[in-house]
């Protein structure tokens, strides 16, 4: 594995723990294949151990709803079933690409999740255009401002590590 993809392996890794941690504070469930799916991914990075994939796909499959009459609650828990499908994708073909991918499949979620926020303060249901000024709200909200900081801390982080072997102790 090159040190760019223990970096993005790193970053991704980290961001979809604090991914975890929100949703399941939300009471939105996480299934244990998915967790442990984490679990097998930080214990590759550290030492180099195989990722099995099995359940993964099937369970994803399961959980996965139809987004079109779907709560947001609902659709949280899809967009960070996409990132870890982008993740499951990473172990079964490789391919930096895939770790953008996550990255990118989580910054998404932050900015529904914020626009979901913003959207519950001014008393918005359905569809909604937001303004230029309301965009721009949800981009310098605290919690996706600081979810693209703890990005980029991460990744800092990790182009300093030499030794892997400890790195999970940075969950």
Known sequence: MSDDERVGLYVVLKSLGRLTVLLEGKGI?????????LDQ????????????????EKT??????EEQNAKAESILLNMYLYALSDLAQYFKEGGFESLECVEAAVIDFYDFYV?????????????????????TAVKEDPVFAG?????????????????????????
Do not use: C, Y
Request: positive net charge.
């Open 41 to 56: 991914a930080w214990r590759w990075l550290a030492e180099g151990k195989k990722v099995t994939l099995k359940g993964v």
């Open 115 to 135: 626009a979901q926020m913003h959207l519950e303060n001014i008393g918005g249901a359905g569809a909604v255009v937001f303004s230029a000024a309301q965009e």
């Open 60 to 65: 994803m499959r399961s959980t996965v709803v």
């Open 147 to 171: 979810e693209l900081s703890m990005l980029s801390a991460d990744r800092a982080f990790a182009k300093k590590q030499i030794d892997w072997s400890g790195v999970e102790s940075t969950r």
């Open 29 to 37: 469930v996480i299934p244990a294949v998915f967790t442990g799916l």
